[in-house]
Structures are given as structure tokens and as C-alpha cells.
């Protein structure tokens, strides 16, 4: 039997619906850096659009703007490659073409 001390201190680390045990938060971390990595590699993304990544509980959510729709569908598609990667939520957006203001 383990003392009162130690089964609370257990109890306090252990993750509930909306937390993280230090473990998840470190696997959401790499997971993280996989998609930034793949996403960056891709070559109608590329490293020169700004596309935010967030992973909690290995759903990955990207947020931000790029060029065109292909950008955008080839973001998730290389976000989804990554292991690990339970859903991805797609909430970027298209920029919008400038006008020539004639």
C-alpha cells in the first residue's frame, strides 16, 4: 500500500480532460516541431509563408495565412503525414488579392 502522501501527490499529476500529463505536453511538443519541419519541406509551402501550428493532445491546429488553397490543402496533407497526429484543424486563410484600386 503506498502512503497518503505519495497516492495524492500521484493523483495531482495525473491529467484530466483539459490538462496534460508532462509526458502529453512533451509528445505535443515534438509533434509540433515534426509538422513545422514538414510543412517548411513542402514545396508549395515552403519556409516563406507564416503557418502557425499547435498540437494539444496530438491534434494539431493550423492557423495563419497563405498564398492559395493548394497551400493551404498541402499544409494539412503534410501535417497529417507526421506520427502522432490524431485530427488536424485546418483554420487558415487564403490572403486576399490586392486590387489595383483603378
Known sequence: MLPFGFAVLL??????QTSRSSGQALDDASITARVKTEIAQSESVGQAMKVNVDT???????SGFVDNQKQASDAVKAAKQVAGVEKVINNLEVKPRESSGR
Request: net charge positive.
Open 56 to 62: 494539444y493532445r496530438g491534434v494539431v491546429s493550423l
Open 11 to 16: 493523483a495531482a499529476c495525473a491529467p484530466t
